[in-house]
Structures are given as C-alpha cells and as structure tokens.
C-alpha cells in the first residue's frame, strides 16, 4: 500500500474507532434497577384493574338508575289507574310503595278491635277470626298482581291471582281472582268495597270463607261455621228435585 493512500486511510480508521468506543459505552451504561423492571407489569395490572372496577361500578349505577326509574314510572301510572277508579280520592305515593311491598291485605289485629266491628257478643265469638284490614293494599291491586290469603284456622296460606277489576256505579270496586290449588283445581276469590265496608268470597281447597271489614277492621269465618245445619239435618235450602216435584 503506498504511502499516499495511507495518508487518506488512518484519519478513516480513527474515526471508525470513536464511534465504536460511543457504542459501547453506551451499551455497558448503567442497568435499570431491578425493582423498577419488576414494578411495571403489576402497576400497569393495577391501573387496569382500576380502570374496569371503576367501569363496572358506573355500569352498576347506571342500571340501578334505570331500574329506579322503571319503578318510579310503574308507580306513577298504577296511582293514576287507582285514581281513576276513585275520582275523588288522592294517594300518596310512598303510602302506595309501601302496600304494595306487603303481601297480604290482613293481619291479626295489634289490640281490641271487637268495638270497631258490629257484632252481637253471640256472634263475636262463633268462630270469627277478628283482622286488622289493609284497605290500600286492596286498593293498589290490577291484573296480574298476586295477594296471599291466610287463613289460621288450617294454618293454610294461599296465593290468588287477580284476573279482573270491575268498578260499580255506586262507587264500589270489585277484585276477582282466582287460588290455583295443589289439587289442579281453581278456586275463585272475590272482594267488593266500597267507601268504608269491603266484603269478601274465598274459596280454598279447605273450604269456603266470608270476609267483612268496617274500615280497617273486621273479621274472617269458614262459611261452615256461620251457617250452621241444625242437629237434626234439616234445612231450608230448595234442591232441583223439589221445584221439578211441586210443577208435576
């Protein structure tokens, strides 16, 4: 190689040489600490798993909206339905929220209540089951909705099913139900009330029931119990065989 060369070659490999030192020293710089590497993954885990509880709980609170909502609407035009069957009477809506969260429309009566009902003493003691009445949980009832009816003489507790609202011109409102029993069959249940008496018609796979409340008091009888045979059988009930015999 001559000598001219040479001259132009060293500057060449000086050069070359700097940059190779630059590199490796930056290469052999100081290592990131260990702890730094090891927290990373479980901060960016933490920050993820932050980021869906917070989604999950906006996504709780926006349903538990919705529903609330939904609740609200429901009750405000079951209020309107109950208002138009009683013109002249008004609801207060938590009143309404509260009877319907009850599931029967009677109770065994906190005290003594035989001096709300009237009844002969005779009479207050043949088999009447004195009740506190719900006249509002009665009230708040449509189509569909369920009422449980107790009955402690059996210790029997059964569920009717509303089917049908029928408001009379003399200011009284029907419900008609039905009480599917264990046995297949379908028992009707009826209440009729007016402005402070309501009036009841159950039957049960245990028999048949009458209900009568003056206000929010009042009683239930097996229909067995107030209308009882005399001893020797007799009665004054006319059978079809009767009729048919007197026309021939």
Sequence with gaps: MSEHTMKYLYPVLGLVLLLLCLWLDQASGPAAPASAMASSPSSEAASLSSTTSAAVSESAQRQSASASDRAQVELNQRIQTMQARRPGERFDPEQVRDALARD????????????????????????????????????????????????????????????????????????????????????????????????????????????????????????????????????????PSDVTDHQH
């Design 104 to 239: 029967t429309a009677w109770r065994e009566p906190d005290s003594d209540i035989s001096a709300d009902i009237p009844l002969s003493e005779e009479e207050l003691y043949d088999g009447r089951q004195l009740i506190q009445f719900d006249r509002l949980k009665l009230e708040t009832l449509l189509p569909g909705d369920t009422l449980d009816i107790e009955i402690s003489d059996t210790g029997q507790r059964y569920t009717a099913i509303i089917e049908r609202v029928q408001q009379h011109d003399y200011h009284s409102i029907s419900w008609y139900g039905r009480i599917e029993g264990s046995d297949g069959q379908s028992y009707s249940v009826n209440f009729t009330q007016g402005e402070n008496l309501t009036l009841g018609g159950l039957d049960t796979p245990d028999g048949n029931y009458q209900l009568q409340a003056h206000g929010d008091s009042g009683w239930i009888a097996s229909s067995g119990a107030l209308f009882k045979i005399p001893e020797d059988g007799s009665t004054d009930a006319i059978y």
